[in-house]
């Protein structure tokens, strides 16, 4: 089990920046694969980013590649999300998952260990 606490949600305006960290309380997360979710009013919990256990693949939903960077230190037992050009539609809820998987394929769902979420709001 691996318990998440995400950070760094705000308000902020269209085409501006925000970053999001997320901590986990884990004995080590070098087994884990790690990726960023978020929620929109009204709409299921999606796929946003995600990165392997070492770090060395990152892999993006389509509509936030080139504007999103995921990362992660697992000396440091965090990851890391640094969003650019931010839009409207980037509005949610942000959460940070684990899934306990190395696997050299995109892992975008089946995660089983979850934060509480950040609030991201983007106004125009």
């Known amino acids: 089990q691996v318990h998440l606490v995400e950070s760094g949600g705000g308000l902020v305006q269209a085409g501006d920046s925000l970053g999001l960290s997320c901590v986990a309380s884990?004995?080590?997360?070098?087994?884990?694969?790690m990726a960023w979710f978020r929620q929109a009013p009204g709409k299921e919990r999606e796929f946003v980013a995600g990165?392997?256990?070492?770090?060395?693949?990152?892999y993006y939903e389509d509509s936030v590649k080139g504007r999103f960077t995921i990362s992660r230190d697992n000396d440091k037992k965090t990851l890391s999300l640094r969003m650019t050009n931010l839009k409207s539609e980037d509005t949610g809820v942000y959460y940070c998952?684990?899934?306990?998987?190395?696997?050299?394929?995109?892992?975008?769902?089946?995660?089983?260990?979850w934060g509480q979420g950040t609030q991201v709001t983007v106004f125009s």
């Open positions: 998952a684990a899934q306990l998987i190395c696997a050299s394929r995109e892992v975008t769902s089946g995660y089983e260990n």
């Open positions: 884990a004995r080590t997360l070098w087994f884990h694969t």
């Open positions: 990165i392997s256990c070492g770090g060395d693949d990152r």
